[in-house]
């Protein structure tokens, strides 16, 4: 019984510690596969950046997930 349970805490350290390397080179291989000028393009037109990062109201959060 113990050794079963040691060996799930094993492979459950296992899955998590896989996750979370996965996770990890995913965003270094996307990161550094841009170019600095492919980030700072979408950022050249300053009215359409400023409309994409307003915060959306509380009504309309509340709405979209459900939880007010």
Not at 5 to 11: G, K, V, Y
Request: charged fraction near 5%.
């Amino acid at each position: 019984m113990v050794e079963t349970t040691s060996f799930s805490n094993f492979l459950e350290t296992v899955g998590v510690l896989a996750i979370l390397v996965f996770v990890l080179t995913s965003m270094f291989g996307m990161g550094f596969s841009l170019t600095v000028q492919q980030i700072l393009t979408p950022l050249s037109d300053g009215r359409l950046a400023i409309l994409h990062w307003q915060p959306i109201s509380y009504w309309s959060r509340c709405s979209l997930s459900g939880f007010c």
